[in-house]
C-alpha cells in the first residue's frame, strides 16, 4: 500500500470551479510531484517542491494552478478555474532527494471530472 | 530537451510467451538513470526497476533490462509472460539535477490465457 496519502479520490466539479486537492508524502521525503495522467494514460508534470520551495513547474500550472507545500501541512494542488480538458487523475509522488535520479513514490490519485 | 519513447500503446500475449517492452531515449546527459514503472488497474504506479550502468542486467520480479547508451535504449524483458503481469508500463528517464524525470507514453500490456 502507498505511504504517500491523496485526498479526496474523486473530485467533481463544473466548468470555472475551483478544484483542490491534497497529498502528504511519505515519511521524511523533502520533495514532492504532481503529475497529470491524461485519459490516454499520458504523464504530464506539473510542479515539483522540495520542502517548501518550488523546483520546477510548466507554464500551464505557473498560469492556471495554484500549488503549496507549507512545512506541518498537506502539499496541496488548485485548479483556480477548471476547464473540461482538466479531467485527469492528477497523481502525487514522492522522494528522497530532489534528484532526479531518485525513485519516485506514488499516491493512489485524486480523480478529477470536470462536467 | 529529454525524451523518451515508448513505440507499442498496446502489446497483447498469450500467457507463456516472452515479453519485450521497447523504450529508447533522447538526452545530452552523459550519466541518464533509467527507470520502469508499472500501474496495475486502478492503482498507484510503482517502481519496477532502474539502472544507470551502462550494459549491466538489472532484475526485478522475474523482469529485466540492460541500459545500452550505444544505442540509447532500456527495453524491459520476461521470459514468460503471467495473466498478472496485464497492467501499464512506463519508462522514465532521471538526471542528476532536480528536474523531474521525464515519462514515456507507456505501454499497456495484456496477457491472455
Known amino acids: 500500500n502507498s505511504k504517500v496519502i491523496q485526498t479526496p479520490r474523486y473530485l467533481v466539479k463544473g466548468q470555472g470551479q475551483k478544484a483542490k486537492m491534497r497529498c502528504i508524502p511519505e515519511k521524511g521525503h523533502p520533495v514532492v510531484f504532481w503529475y497529470q495522467q491524461n485519459k490516454n494514460n499520458e504523464f504530464k508534470f506539473l510542479i515539483n517542491?522540495?520542502?517548501?520551495?518550488?523546483?520546477?513547474q510548466i507554464d500551464m500550472t505557473e498560469k492556471r494552478f495554484s500549488a503549496e507545500c507549507p512545512s506541518n501541512s498537506p502539499c496541496s494542488l488548485e485548479i483556480q478555474s477548471s476547464e473540461a480538458g482538466d479531467s485527469a487523475l492528477y497523481l502525487c509522488?514522492?522522494?528522497?532527494?530532489?534528484?532526479?535520479?531518485?525513485?519516485?513514490?506514488f499516491g493512489a490519485g485524486t480523480r478529477l471530472s470536470v462536467l | 530537451g529529454d525524451s523518451v519513447t515508448q513505440t507499442e500503446g498496446l502489446v497483447t500475449l498469450t500467457e507463456g510467451l516472452p515479453v519485450m517492452l521497447n523504450c529508447t531515449y533522447q538526452?545530452?546527459?552523459?550519466?541518464?538513470?533509467l527507470f520502469w514503472y508499472v500501474q496495475h488497474l486502478n492503482e498507484s504506479p510503482r517502481l519496477l526497476l532502474k539502472?544507470?550502468?551502462?550494459?549491466k542486467r538489472t532484475e526485478h520480479q522475474g523482469f529485466h533490462a540492460t541500459l545500452h547508451k550505444s544505442s540509447s535504449s532500456f527495453h524491459l524483458q520476461k521470459s514468460s509472460a503471467q495473466l498478472s503481469d496485464s497492467a501499464l508500463y512506463y519508462c522514465a528517464l532521471g538526471r542528476n539535477n532536480n528536474n523531474a524525470p521525464r515519462f514515456g507514453a507507456g505501454t499497456k500490456l495484456s496477457v491472455k490465457p
Open positions: 538526452t545530452i546527459y552523459s550519466n541518464p538513470f
Open positions: 517542491f522540495q520542502n517548501q520551495e518550488v523546483l520546477q
Open positions: 509522488a514522492s522522494s528522497l532527494q530532489g534528484l532526479s535520479q531518485n525513485t519516485l513514490y
Open positions: 539502472s544507470f550502468t551502462d550494459n
